[in-house]
T-cell receptor
Framework: QQQVKQSPQSLIVQKGGISIINCAYE??????FPWYQQFPGKGPALLIA?????SEKKEGRFTISFNKSAKQFSLHIMDSQPGDSATYFC????????????FGKGTMLLVSP | DSGVTQTPKHLITATGQRVTLRCSPR?????VYWYQQSLDQGLQFLIQ???????AKGNILERFSAQQFPDLHSELNLSSLELGDSALYFC?????????????FGSGTRLTVV
């Protein structure tokens, strides 16, 4: 059972465009939603995160939009750059338990020059 | 450098063999998490340790085991290896257990079973 569903699997965006990656979840006990960025040969690195008490969080060109009622959240990358080409993972953590993160399957983003 | 050290970076071994993957967490981090990454399954949580004690178990096979030592480094033992165990194995660490943020991942160990 996949608890966090991520789409699309891959994405090609032109330089300067907006990249949008979506995630959906069913577990209402999730209370923390981070996004990780992974470059080839490296481990995932925390990019930005949001809690369900806010609907949007922005850090530079990266924005998370959160829709609690729809149980969906998305990552928007504004003015996408070739250096943003990487695999992006959404994740979620349950309120109870020992804080293990459940990850989506990832989105391979390619930003063409 | 994330501060989480994983060794070895690459490992090639035959089916039926046993291997040990090692992880040194970031200085000050007490929690260690192991994840398996494959192309079709993404990042799958295997097991978590906090200050030497097992705290949570995910989709970890019975052929796999792990431990965290007093110096807080952790080892993941994979035995009776099968072709399907070929994957990237990541270790992550965090300061405390019970908080999801602050995961720092290592660069992973790429395991190839032939």
């Amino acid at each position: 059972q996949q608890q966090v569903k991520q789409s699309p699997q891959s994405l090609i965006v032109q330089k300067g465009g907006i990249s949008i990656i979506n995630c959906a979840y069913e577990n209402t006990a999730f209370d923390y939603f981070p996004w990780y960025q992974q470059f080839p040969g490296k481990g995932p690195a925390l990019l930005i995160a949001i809690r369900p008490d806010v609907s949007e969080k922005k850090e530079g060109r990266f924005t998370i939009s959160f829709n609690k009622s729809a149980k969906q959240f998305s990552l928007h990358i504004m003015d996408s750059q070739p250096g943003d080409s990487a695999t992006y993972f959404c994740a979620a953590r349950e309120r109870s338990g020992y804080s293990t993160l459940t990850f989506g399957k990832g989105t391979m983003l390619l930003v063409s020059p | 450098d994330s501060g989480v050290t994983q060794t070895p970076k690459h490992l090639i071994t035959a089916t039926g063999q046993r291997v040990t993957l090692r992880c040194s967490p970031r200085s000050g981090d007490l929690s260690v998490y192991w994840y398996q990454q494959s192309l079709d399954q993404g990042l799958q949580f295997l097991i978590q340790y906090y200050n030497g004690e097992e705290r949570a178990k995910g989709n970890i096979l019975e052929r796999f085991s792990a431990q965290q030592f007093p110096d807080l480094h952790s080892e993941l033992n994979l035995s009776s290896l099968e072709l399907g165990d070929s994957a990237l194995y990541f270790c992550a660490s965090s300061v405390v257990s019970g908080l999801g943020y602050g995961y720092t991942f290592g660069s992973g160990t790429r395991l190839t079973v032939v």
